[in-house]
């Protein structure tokens, strides 16, 4: 597909400078589904990457450049999510799904006008009877606005494995940045980003400040958002102008110490760790104290957030719904206390009252869109105050 070469350099021109030190744009929380803060600074490192041309289109190969949320660079594929030496270690549930390319994005400043998007999807499967093929399998488009948003543009609409479609239609001339989500239920086998041949293109390196890393369930992979740049860690990421980690791993969460090893090897800027949907009182009692333990003997200073399991949208006519949630809680909140009681220190807890409501779930159990947003409000009250400190 053409010889790419890469040459790393500074733009010039844009605002604000680099740098690893965490950037909190305001101590404050964020109220309730607020517009997201004016990040405090574009990247300021970014490639030159040689095109492929065809006709009017030139392609542009995300792998030149990176993608952002990774944890590992060590992968069988280019956008899996664990490394390959995962595979036989965590449980074959678990690693087909860490093959999904959820929380992954990337960033390219451009002046085309238009934009199309070239890949093959490793599933045939493009949808789910709750999930549409844009969150499922598509690629969700953002543009930075004058006021430093970023503000969603465009995605595709994929109705195959094979997806070669313009997203959105012409925009107005200018130079900016763009970020790309990827999908959440699936995964591009290889990814390019196609922009008038002639236009400017720089992909923006992958930022190395310390991420927040995010362990949890379908909800957590991004079930079930009808974009990619709805799911919480994309959601989290835009708010406090950070790289997220998603290592939402769809039924299959369920605090296994080998989880918890691999993130140990993560240098985050906190935990969370929201695993009770995929759980059972019993799996909750005997595993979350020694899945925590493993996360504070290796970070020692990283702050830990346990979240609660969210409430069933029929709990309140389904007592087996009700129980399941409550008995759910109380043995998170037990393992908390323990923790706490034994000196386990930097430790935070966000209760199922803050989580949505059954109007904001599709099908009782996955958070619409709106639901996201509520995910991300009560996540941003609990995690601002931590990484503030963090960066202090």
């Known amino acids: 597909m053409g010889n790419h070469m890469v040459n790393r350099r500074h733009l010039f021109g844009l605002a604000g400078a680099g740098g690893a030190a965490l950037a909190i744009p305001a101590l404050s929380p964020t109220p309730a589904h607020a517009a997201p803060r004016r990040p405090a600074a574009w990247p300021t490192e970014f490639?030159?990457?040689?095109?492929?041309?065809?006709?009017?289109?030139?392609?542009?190969?995300?792998?030149?450049?990176?993608v952002e949320g990774k944890g590992w660079s060590d992968t069988a594929a280019y956008y899996d999510r664990l490394p390959a030496r995962?595979?036989?270690?965590?449980?074959?549930?678990?690693?087909?799904?860490?093959?999904?390319?959820?929380?992954?994005?990337?960033?390219?400043?451009?002046?085309s006008t238009i934009f199309r998007a070239r890949y093959r999807l490793s599933l045939a499967t493009v949808a789910m009877y709750h999930m549409p093929a844009i969150g499922h399998s598509g690629v969700d488009l953002y543009a930075r606005t004058p006021a430093g948003h970023d503000a969603w543009l465009a995605n595709t609409h994929p109705a195959s494995q094979n997806v070669n479609e313009q997203m959105g239609i012409a925009v107005d001339p200018g130079e900016r940045l763009y970020t790309a989500y990827l999908p959440l239920y699936n995964s591009p086998q290889r990814l390019e980003i196609?922009?008038?041949?002639?236009?400017?293109?720089?992909?923006?390196?992958?930022?190395?400040?310390?991420?927040?890393?995010?362990?949890?369930?379908?909800?957590?992979?991004?079930?079930?958002?009808s974009r990619p740049g709805m799911s919480i860690t994309a959601l989290l990421g835009r708010r406090f102008d950070?790289?997220?980690?998603?290592?939402?791993?769809?039924?299959?969460?369920?605090?296994?110490?080998?989880?918890?090893?691999?993130?140990?090897?993560?240098?985050?800027?906190?935990?969370?760790?929201?695993?009770?949907?995929?759980?059972?009182p019993?799996?909750?009692?005997?595993?979350?104290?020694?899945?925590?333990?493993?996360?504070?003997?290796?970070?020692?200073?990283?702050?830990?957030?346990?979240?609660?399991?969210?409430?069933?949208?029929?709990?309140?006519?389904?007592?087996?719904?009700?129980?399941?949630?409550?008995?759910?809680?109380?043995?998170?909140?037990?393992?908390?206390?323990?923790?706490?009681?034994?000196g386990v220190g930097g430790l935070s807890y966000l209760s199922a009252d803050q989580l949505p409501g059954p109007e904001e779930l599709v099908d009782g159990s996955h958070p619409s869109d709106l639901g996201m947003m509520t995910y991300a409000d009560a996540y941003d009250r609990a995690l601002r105050p931590l990484l503030t400190r963090r960066a202090r």
């Open 47 to 66: 490639v030159e990457v040689t095109p492929t041309i065809e006709g009017d289109i030139a392609w542009y190969d995300v792998s030149r450049w990176g």
């Open 86 to 111: 995962a595979e036989g270690v965590v449980t074959p549930e678990v690693w087909v799904r860490s093959r999904n390319s959820s929380g992954l994005l990337t960033r390219f400043v451009t002046d």
């Open 194 to 225: 196609g922009v008038q041949a002639g236009a400017k293109f720089l992909g923006a390196v992958p930022r190395t400040t310390p991420p927040v890393v995010c362990y949890g369930s379908s909800i957590m992979q991004g079930g079930v958002a």
């Open 282 to 342: 019993q799996q909750i009692t005997e595993r979350a104290e020694p899945f925590v333990r493993i996360l504070r003997a290796a970070r020692p200073d990283t702050p830990i957030l346990m979240v609660e399991d969210r409430r069933y949208g029929d709990g309140q006519f389904v007592e087996f719904r009700r129980t399941r949630n409550a008995q759910n809680a109380a043995a998170l909140r037990t393992a908390y206390d323990n923790l706490r009681r034994s």
């Open 242 to 280: 950070l790289p997220t980690v998603n290592l939402g791993f769809s039924g299959n969460a369920r605090m296994e110490p080998e989880i918890a090893q691999l993130l140990t090897e993560l240098d985050a800027s906190v935990y969370v760790v929201d695993s009770s949907p995929n759980m059972n």
